[in-house]
């Protein structure tokens, strides 16, 4: 036997969530070069978008050209944080009533030519 038994309580429960996307062809299409990249694109979102689920929601053009470029960022940073290209540097916060430093703001930096 490959798989050990498997016991289970009467009580087990299962919940399913769903999420489903679609779009009206050719309209909401736009630039993207072929239905295969639309439909990939809009299941992408429907797995990562954590905010909406159990709903049915329309992808208009919009909404696909903000999903591919968010995406696109999420790759990008990926890629930036996997080369060490953030950098690190402290914002001083100044309280001009006083004139001094009270504090400091901790900024990560990204320089990117593309965004």
């Given at each position: 036997?490959?798989?050990?038994?498997?016991?289970?309580?009467?009580?087990?429960?299962?919940?399913?969530?769903?999420?489903?996307?679609?779009l009206?062809?050719?309209?909401?299409?736009?630039?993207?070069?072929?239905?295969?990249?639309?439909?990939?694109?809009?299941?992408?979102?429907?797995?990562?978008?954590?905010?909406?689920?159990?709903?049915?929601?329309?992808?208009?053009?919009?909404?696909?050209?903000?999903?591919?470029?968010?995406?696109?960022?999420?790759?990008?940073?990926?890629?930036?944080?996997?080369?060490?290209?953030?950098?690190?540097?402290?914002?001083?916060?100044?309280?001009?009533?006083?004139?001094?430093?009270?504090?400091?703001?901790?900024?990560?930096?990204?320089h990117?030519?593309?965004?």
């Amino acid at each position: 036997m490959l798989l050990p038994d498997i016991h289970y309580d009467s009580t087990f429960q299962v919940n399913i969530d769903y999420h489903l996307g679609y779009l009206i062809y050719p309209q909401d299409c736009g630039q993207l070069e072929s239905f295969a990249d639309i439909t990939r694109c809009v299941a992408s979102a429907a797995w990562s978008d954590n905010t909406v689920i159990n709903q049915i929601t329309l992808y208009t053009q919009d909404k696909l050209e903000t999903l591919v470029r968010n995406a696109t960022i999420r790759q990008l940073l990926g890629i930036a944080i996997e080369q060490e290209a953030l950098t690190f540097v402290y914002q001083p916060q100044y309280d001009l009533m006083n004139n001094r430093v009270v504090g400091a703001e901790a900024l990560i930096r990204w320089h990117d030519a593309e965004f």
